[in-house]
């Protein structure tokens, strides 16, 4: 198996010794009540007109509906500097998508410090409702809440080149937390995420980008904390390390998709953790007709989850199938919880695809599309056994019962019931495991301790 070196380059355009302008030089209030839009987008169009610099915040509470940062400028959060999302949704333009922080076709851009950028979200969010209810603006509105795109998340980047993100807090959007479309060189570094304010609450995603990294941050998401997404079939995700970071998410803790028109190449997951996790630590995901190439995860620790590992081709666009190949997985210990992992959290995930007894790992790819070369080395899951007898009966009748579903919005319990508690594998090839430890901590009902499904046999090998 082969793997490219991921090379990270640090920002060309700003340095140590980039100029500093104070927010205050520009009537930038720092009162909490004064909406600032105006001043701050003139600052930040002045420093970027004049050769770029620092734009510096120091203590206080500063309020802004959208802005949009510009090439070789820095914004830059003082610690107990706070940027405050307004409340009113009109505050709010909408590009791609709507949002609090823009940058489009820019470059040397960064928001740095120990300051916080908080997007006041579910007010926000119940604000868009009573307009959307007064008839002011259209949408969807499903689900009892209107779509994703109009909520504004907290900052989105696309096409840029030379990214920083480090060392700021980012809470409470109302969507979204944070999206970088298309990017070339980003660097997340020291980032701390709290993204518990609604639904939709994704703590980093990651578009189509190239070369980026996610490093030392701590994640704490409603929904899935670090995501890596492909929008466009003729882009892909290429050379992402994600490395050092912990997250606690109540949907999975790092996940390719769902959407994957794309792809993703070349992705090292090294030495993270997770907790008390509704759904899986891995989710590899490729089911829009994209593929998913080269993986490698080393190090991941995991306690209190809801599943483990979860590989998957689907078929949600008819026609166009995914693939997965060269996945290697080592060094991974995780502990499933005995019950809902996140229960007690803001926004928990959802009870669904009931029945299910849990098979912590699942490499499910599609007759004609199998997920292929996948190596396990060096991993001890501990599952809490005592399922449920009548759930594990449906599983035992036949594997051919377990259904397909190559449409459906993939998820480890999108199979409900499975003959395995341990390890599921189906339509798979050359799949290999090296000192895998699976233990139930109470007796079992259903198969035995170690069980494999695969339309070949001898493709799978264990050591």
Known sequence: MKYILVLFLGLTGLTASAKDYPASLFGIRSDGLTLNTRSIQFAIDYVNSNGGGRLVFDVGRYVTGSIHLKSNVTIVLKEGAVLVGSLNPFDYDKLMMTALIFAYNQHDVSIEGKGVIDGQGRQLAINVTDIYHKGLIKNLFRNDRPEADIRAMLINFRECRNVLIKGVTIRNAASWVQTYDQCVNLRLDSVWVDSKAFWNNDGIDIVD??????????????????CLKSHDAAKFCNNILIRNNTIRSSANAIKFGTASYGGFRNIRIIDNKTFDTYRSAIALEAVDGGFVENVEVDGLTGINMGHAIFLRIGERVKGKKGKMENIRI???????????????????????????????????????????????????????????????????????????????YPDFSMFTELPAWGAYIRHAQDVEFSNVALSAKKKTTGPPSYWMTSDSPDSFRSK
Do not use: H, W
């Open 209 to 226: 980008c190239d070369s980026a990294s996610i490093t030392n941050s701590y994640i704490d998401a409603a929904d899935d904390g670090i």
């Open 330 to 408: 080592r060094n991974v210990n995780i502990e499933i919880a005995a019950s809902k992992p996140d229960a007690g959290y803001e926004y928990e995930g959802p009870i669904e695809d009931m029945p299910r007894n849990i098979s912590p790992i699942v490499i499910a790819g599609m007759p004609d599309a199998p997920i292929t070369r996948v190596s396990f080395e060096n991993v001890d899951v501990q599952y809490p056994g005592g399922g449920n007898a009548m759930f594990a009966k449906r599983g035992l009748d036949s594997l051919d019962k377990v259904p397909e579903r190559p449409e459906a």
